[in-house]
């Protein structure tokens, strides 16, 4: 088993920067590939990014390109999201998946419980 915790997660206004993080502890070699998925009020849950902690560059949703970087240490098996230039739709609950497998749909075999981020106008 592998257990995912997020944090960062805040209120912050459109323009503003925040970096996520997550932090996988377990048996961490199940969890090769690491990604961010939202899910925003009354939606379905999207994929953001991705990244192989082998050799794949990472992957981006199109609505966050250029805004957002995924990053990750894999000494602290941890990853980060860095969202610069944040919208209003940027506003959601972020989770941090693992599994072994690098993918951008909802395939990841492990899930963390999310942390709200909110952005106002």
């Known amino acids: 088993q592998v257990q995912l915790v997020e944090s960062g997660g805040r209120l912050v206004q459109a323009g503003d920067s925040l970096r996520l993080s997550c932090a996988a502890s377990g048996r961490t070699i199940s969890s090769r590939a690491m990604g961010w998925f939202r899910q925003a009020p009354g939606k379905e849950r999207e994929f953001v990014a991705a990244i192989n902690w082998g050799s794949s560059s990472p992957s981006y949703a199109d609505s966050v390109k250029g805004r957002f970087t995924i990053s990750g240490d894999n000494t602290k098996n941890t990853v980060y999201l860095q969202m610069n230039d944040l919208k209003p739709e940027d506003t959601a609950v972020y989770y941090c998946?693992?599994?072994?497998?690098?993918?951008?749909?909802?395939?990841?075999?492990?899930w963390g419980q999310g942390t709200q981020v909110t952005v106002s106008s």
């Open positions: 998946a693992a599994g072994p497998l690098f993918t951008t749909n909802q395939g990841y075999r492990y």
